[in-house]
């Protein structure tokens, strides 16, 4: 029996000819990534080491990156203090892949591990953050973990105890239409598998649509996979990986990609035409809550936020950009826009498209995850309504119990902020 | 023998069991306050150690889903609960394994808060209705790290073992 991307990449990490789903393996771990939480993870690290008589320190400080992200600049002492422990043991261990709060190379942890060229196709990406699923986008084999089990690694090198996932393989045929794209169609996906859907297994892309997508648009799907219960999301890695690789993150060393084999094992296959989807909503609280845009027509929206680690990259906000030139946000509504990257920001910034955002009347904020989990800015007065282009609507997510948040692609964000409800970008 | 507690629906995302606001909290010792922190009266009374330790939250399906934050079951093995669920997220499952919170997987569970549940090698009884629910076994690969006592045992054996 053949093997799947996951289970050839896990047989290899784990220097064994071959493994199945099911199998219990302990990988090697070429990248294992935090953010703020690596404070947790260093608290965790040194308790492992405590009576051991062995000083703590890191496995390989070279595989290990540290991107704040998530309260930048900080929101309060207690953030701040933390980030200046991390500083502190980042500088102690010799961590180099890690990305302060800057204007130069800071962002979402989950752009910069792909523009910096740390994963490549075939690599075990470990991440203390669930949508570490994102990195599939580049073939590799990426997933989240919690911090004690991130402090594992740090010291092992190694993810003990990991049982070999089934994997789901969707096949995706047909041509977007005009105003639909990669966010649309895992919307939709989500909606049919449900939220628990592929829990525990992987989503291994395919099809026609895949091979054409942009790395732009596979990191979005592999990054809500996990919304679909998914322990990751993969594209195997193929030209278009390559190409990004070597033209947008500049890797120069060598690049293999994985590809499944021919008689893989899927514990089932489903199948997707987007040749005739519709722009898709999801509606408060759950990401699976899916509706075809035409059923939330004309719902009002108090604040559109463009943004975060799934829409927050260049063609987004070149997409929003391109709807409200000339336009304005309409009053009684707010937008926010918080680029994915400094350098997203950068390139935005740029071709003119920070400019027509602004003049529209958007608010644009610094890289990093911003309103996405409610911690930082743009939280949600009581009952408003957000429109927003990230990936979470849980109950209380951006920042207010009481809130609504329904999620979309950024042509759906753009038009609806000049109307001020939610508006089907492919009839304003 | 423990009563049940709380008795939540479907989908219980870390958000609920412990929001994001208070992430910058990481300490297992400090987090157990924000427990289910925007359910108040829940809240108040887990702070005020109105439940004795053992005591049960009942969840539907894929409870724990969302984010990988630790917090999320550092909160609850603070207040020393156990939560009995019909199916449970795998990161939220992975991190209970690794902190020793007990979790159970039980696909047919029925209760009700005030039930008196028993929680046996492979069933939960409700004591108060009478009816057994099978439980599903956890991955056979977590067996290791719960027999040590959790993740930071486990790993710390492994470190030692490595060095000689
Ligand atoms: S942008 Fe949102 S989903 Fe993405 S890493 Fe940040 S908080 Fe998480």
Redesign the interface.
């Known amino acids: 029996m053949g093997m799947t991307v996951v289970e050839k990449i896990l047989a290899r990490a784990a220097g064994q000819a071959s493994v199945k789903a099911g199998d219990v393996v302990e990988p090697r771990v070429d990248l294992a990534m935090s953010h703020e939480n690596a404070a947790l993870v260093i608290n965790q690290f040194k308790v492992v080491y405590q009576g051991t008589g062995l000083e703590p320190k890191v496995w390989d400080p070279s595989k290990i990156a540290i991107i704040f992200d998530h309260r930048v600049p900080a929101e309060s002492p207690k953030t701040a203090t933390n980030q200046k422990m991390i500083r502190e043991f980042v500088a102690a261990n010799g961590i180099t892949k890690f990305h302060d709060v800057r204007g130069d190379v800071g962002g979402i942890c989950h752009q910069i591990l792909p523009e910096y060229g740390y994963v490549r196709p075939g690599c075990v990406v470990v991440g203390t953050d669930s949508h570490t699923t994102s990195h599939g986008a580049l073939g590799a084999f990426s997933f989240g973990v919690g911090a004690t089990e991130m402090a594992s690694a740090w010291a092992l090198g190694i993810a003990v105890n990991i049982e070999v996932p089934a994997t789901i393989k969707v096949v995706v045929k047909g041509e977007f239409p005009p105003f639909v794209g990669p966010k649309d169609f895992i919307l939709h996906l989500i909606g049919r598998l449900t939220a628990q859907g592929a829990n525990f297994k992987v989503l291994e892309f395919h099809g026609e649509t895949i091979r054409k997508m942009s790395t732009s648009g596979r990191l979005a799907i592999c990054n809500m996979s996990v919304e679909a219960g998914a322990t990751s999301g993969i594209v195997p890695g193929d030209e278009e990986t390559v190409r990004y690789l070597r033209e947008e993150a500049g890797v120069a060393d060598g690049i293999s990609c994985v590809s499944p084999d021919a008689d893989a094992n899927y514990v089932r296959t489903v199948e997707i035409d987007v040749s005739t989807l519709d722009p898709q909503i999801a509606c408060p609280h759950m990401v699976d809550n899916v509706k075809p845009i035409d059923q939330v027509l004309g719902t009002k929206v108090h604040q559109i936020v463009i943004g975060s680690c799934t829409n927050g990259r260049l063609d987004d906000l070149a997409d929003a950009a391109a709807i409200l030139r000339g336009k304005k946000v309409a009053q009684g509504t707010r937008m926010l826009v918080f680029p994915a990257s400094s350098k997203i920001f950068g390139q935005a910034l740029d071709k003119g498209y920070i400019h027509d955002l602004m003049k529209a009347g958007a608010v644009v904020m610094n890289s990093g995850c911003g309103p996405c989990l409610g911690v930082h800015e743009g939280a949600l007065g009581d009952g408003e309504t957000a429109l927003s282009t990230t990936n979470r609507n849980f109950k209380g997510r951006m920042g207010n119990p009481t809130g609504f948040v329904y999620l979309c692609s950024p042509v759906v964000a753009a038009a609806s902020a000049i109307t001020g409800v939610i508006t089907d970008p492919r009839r304003s | 023998m423990a009563k049940v507690i709380l008795k939540l629906e479907h989908?219980i995302?870390t958000?609920?069991i412990y929001?994001?606001?208070f992430?910058?909290?990481?300490?297992p010792t400090e987090t157990p306050q924000f427990a289910f922190f925007?359910r108040t009266d829940f809240n108040a009374k887990l702070k005020a150690r109105a439940f004795p330790p053992g005591s049960i939250i009942v969840g539907g399906?894929?409870f724990g889903?969302?984010?990988?934050?630790?917090?999320a079951?550092s909160t609850l093995k603070g207040h020393e609960v156990a939560v009995v669920a019909r199916?449970i997220?795998?990161?939220f499952l992975?991190?209970s394994i690794?902190?020793g919170l007990q979790v159970v997987i039980c696909p047919g569970i029925e209760a009700s808060e005030g039930d008196e549940l028993e929680i046996t090698t492979d069933q939960v009884l409700n004591r108060t209705t009478g009816q057994f629910f099978d439980q599903v076994k956890l991955?056979?690969?977590?067996k290791?790290?719960m027999d040590a006592g959790?993740?930071?045992p486990?790993?710390?054996s492994?470190?030692?073992a490595?060095?000689s």
């Open positions: 989908d995302s958000d609920d929001p994001g606001r992430m910058a909290t990481v300490l925007d399906e894929n889903c969302g984010s990988s934050r630790e917090q079951c199916s997220s795998r990161i992975q991190n690794n902190l991955p056979a690969a977590r290791g790290i959790g993740l930071i486990y790993t710390r492994r470190l030692m490595k060095q």
